[in-house]
């Protein structure tokens, strides 16, 4: 069936750095541009990376520019995040998500979440 | 402070209906399709509305969508006690070269 799964997620010090995983299975990976999201503990929705299906493009929200990395695998189906820095306000549930095909920039598909807290 | 407006929280009866809105600006919500999720407590978010109104496969059509100008607005019909969850809209942001969501709305029923 169609899903993602995140994992890498974990207690991390400020200043360290974690990488986070997303597999997809189910629909072609390699047709599909990918997003990270975030949420923070009793707090909204934030975006926080796109990725375009081809890797040729990457786009970042300005809290993790030049910390965050979004990159995928096509031929494992992964999509990734490598997180540096990583600050208190890092702290969140961590989603992966497929964006609609199309003009649409709508998240047709999402993951369960992989939780990051980043505290000493 | 969220680059899209909604309000905190809403509440209707059952059976009754309930409007939430969104709002924008021309870089965001005035060029780029708008989409809802809703987010019951302790899930994932789920696509309610695609492209402004449309509805992905499952969803009942007593949640609908609009937009107009810079605003968007989602509506539901026929309210449910199942239905008491977070609402997010959200699209993209040329100005920002990124998404953008609301600061979510907590329906009550």
């Known amino acids: 069936q169609v899903q993602l799964v995140e994992s890498g997620g974990g207690l991390v010090k400020p200043g360290g750095s974690l990488r986070l995983s997303c597999a997809a299975s189910?629909?072609?990976?390699?047709?599909?541009?990918m997003s990270w999201i975030r949420q923070g503990p009793g707090k909204g929705l934030e975006w926080v990376s796109y990725?375009?299906?081809?890797?040729?493009?990457?786009f970042y929200a300005e809290s993790v520019k030049g910390r965050f990395t979004i990159s995928r695998d096509n031929a494992k189906n992964s999509l990734f995040l490598q997180m540096n820095s990583l600050r208190a306000e890092d702290t969140a549930l961590y989603y992966c998500?497929?964006?609609?095909?199309?003009?649409?920039?709508?998240?047709?598909?999402w993951g369960q979440g992989t939780m990051v807290i980043v505290s000493s | 402070q969220s680059v899209l407006t909604q309000p905190p929280s809403v509440s209707a009866a059952p059976g009754q209906k309930v409007s939430i809105s969104c709002s924008g600006s021309?870089?965001?919500?005035?060029?780029?399709?708008v989409s809802w999720y809703q987010q019951l407590p302790g899930t994932a978010p789920k696509l309610l509305i695609y492209?402004?109104?449309k509805r992905p496969s499952g969803v009942p059509d007593r949640f609908s969508g609009s937009r107009s100008g810079t605003s968007a607005t989602l509506v539901i019909t026929g309210l449910q006690t199942g239905d008491e969850a977070d609402y997010y809209c959200?699209?993209?942001?040329?100005?920002?070269?990124?998404?953008?969501f609301g600061g979510g709305t907590r329906l009550t029923v």
């Open positions: 959200g699209t993209w942001d040329n100005s920002l070269s990124s998404g953008v």
């Open positions: 492209d402004n109104n």
């Open positions: 990725i375009l299906n081809s890797a040729t493009a990457m």
């Open positions: 998500a497929r964006r609609s095909s199309g003009d649409s920039h709508a998240f047709d598909i």
């Open positions: 189910g629909f072609t990976f390699s047709d599909s541009s």
């Open positions: 021309n870089s965001n919500i005035g060029r780029y399709y």
